[in-house]
């Protein structure tokens, strides 16, 4: 995680940039403190993350509030708290936000999330910035919103952001996403409201299955030289990244509990399942699997499909996977540290599961497992 934050860390020496990690990757308490200790804001979408990241030490001016759902209760609970910006994603919230800001005296300062068009060249369901995504306020109406908010007097209008998708391995499309943003600001500049910041999201990929995403530092010479050309190199940064930051840093170690051979496929039966890891199941994801045995010569390999004991079809961690594996061996399932613990449930009545943060030899215990208790708890019989 610290690598992988490093690299952004380097392509911004010098700059004027803000690193806000997007907590929904992985919003585990040690996972916040460790960013929070290096720095990091936090780019939030719930007032359940905002709970989050406080308790993890991390400052509250430091938070940038995305979402396109944000209720009443949430924006007055991050006003009061002193939030840094609201990601505004509609005209209709920045109506809320100022008549929240008002009720209580305060001034809420925002930024309005754009949807500038462009399409990241990624899965469908984590795509963002295309006309037919829910996200942000269509660039044709950008400038008029801002003209309204910078009129209504609960609002103080401090950046534009933008956050076109997840899991990008070009460049292309946020080259082409920071183009049409800068232009904006041009316009809205030219009719006397000031952007403080630029904020270009976050979305970059990682190596699943030999996908080959540039590294932030590289990526962030090519958007730089961008800035700089167009005369915006001095301007106050933000990003918001999240998968990039902490995806390459999880495995999940799961154990075979049986082997299943059949006429038309094998299959692998673990004790980790969708509720653990949904990605295979909600994106069809790859995750590369490898065995923590150094196995007997003598053992076979075999093809099999990876699955768990939820009772769902869709219960799959991998496909086809040549393994030499027996019952009661380990796997590792690799790159999962964003978008699994986080994305988990108790689907099954299965309790999640506990998590170590490992530094160098050291191991910790960052999360215990669910006790049946846990599972239990706030519910009536009748
Ligand atoms: C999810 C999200 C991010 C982070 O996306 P990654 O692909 O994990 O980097 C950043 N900004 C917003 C608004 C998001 O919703």
């Not at 990241?53 to 924006?75: N, P």
């Not at 505004?88 to 936000?97: F, K, N, R, W, Y």
């Not at 930051?245 to 999880?250: C, I, K, P, R, S």
């Not at 154990?255 to 299943?260: A, D, F, G, R, T």
Request: contains cysteine; hydrophobic residues 40%; charged residues 20%.
């Amino acid at each position: 995680m610290l690598a992988a934050l490093a690299a952004y860390q380097k392509g911004f020496a010098g700059r004027n940039a803000h690193i806000c990690y997007a907590m929904k990757a992985n919003s585990s308490l040690a996972v916040l403190q460790l960013f929070a200790q290096a720095g990091c804001g936090f780019d939030i979408v719930s007032g359940g993350e905002m709970a989050r990241v406080l308790a993890a030490g991390g400052e509250a001016h430091k938070i940038i509030f995305s979402g396109v759902g944000k209720t009443r209760a949430e924006l007055h609970e991050a006003l009061l708290a002193g939030i840094g910006c609201f990601n505004v994603e509609s005209e209709a919230e920045i109506e809320v936000l100022n008549m929240v800001a008002l009720s209580i005296g305060r001034k809420a300062p925002i930024s309005i999330r754009v949807n500038p068009n462009v399409d990241p060249k990624t899965h469908p369901y984590i795509s963002t910035g295309l006309k037919g995504n829910k996200f942000g306020i269509a660039h044709e109406r950008t400038l008029a919103t801002y003209q309204r908010a910078a009129s209504l007097p609960g609002l103080q209008v401090v950046g534009i952001d933008c956050h076109i998708g997840s899991q990008i391995t070009e460049e292309t499309p946020y080259l082409d996403a920071m183009d049409r943003m800068l232009d904006l600001v041009e316009s809205i500049e030219a009719t006397g409201i000031p952007i403080e910041h630029i904020d270009f999201g976050g979305g970059l990929g990682i190596n699943y299955n030999g996908d080959t995403p540039p590294t932030a530092d590289a990526l962030w010479a090519k958007l730089l030289a961008k800035l700089d050309a167009r005369g915006f190199g001095k301007r106050k940064l933000m990003i918001e990244p999240g998968r990039s930051l902490v995806g390459n840093a999880g495995l999940c170690v799961t154990e075979v509990l049986y082997l299943k051979p059949g006429e038309q496929k094998n299959f692998c039966i673990v004790d980790a399942a969708m509720n653990d890891l949904p990605r295979p199941a909600m994106y069809q994801a790859f995750h590369t699997i490898v065995p923590l045995q150094t196995t007997p010569t003598a053992l076979e390999s075999a093809v099999y499909d990876v699955v768990g004991p939820v009772c769902e079809s869709g219960d799959w961690i991998g496909h086809e996977r040549r393994l030499q594996i027996q019952a009661g061996d380990q796997l590792a399932v690799l790159s999962a540290g964003a978008y699994c613990m986080s994305m988990s449930s108790n689907y099954n009545s299965r309790p999640k599961a506990a998590e170590v943060l490992v530094d160098g030899s050291q191991a910790r215990l960052i999360r215990q497992r669910d006790s049946v208790a846990d599972q239990l708890r706030g519910e009536f019989l009748l």
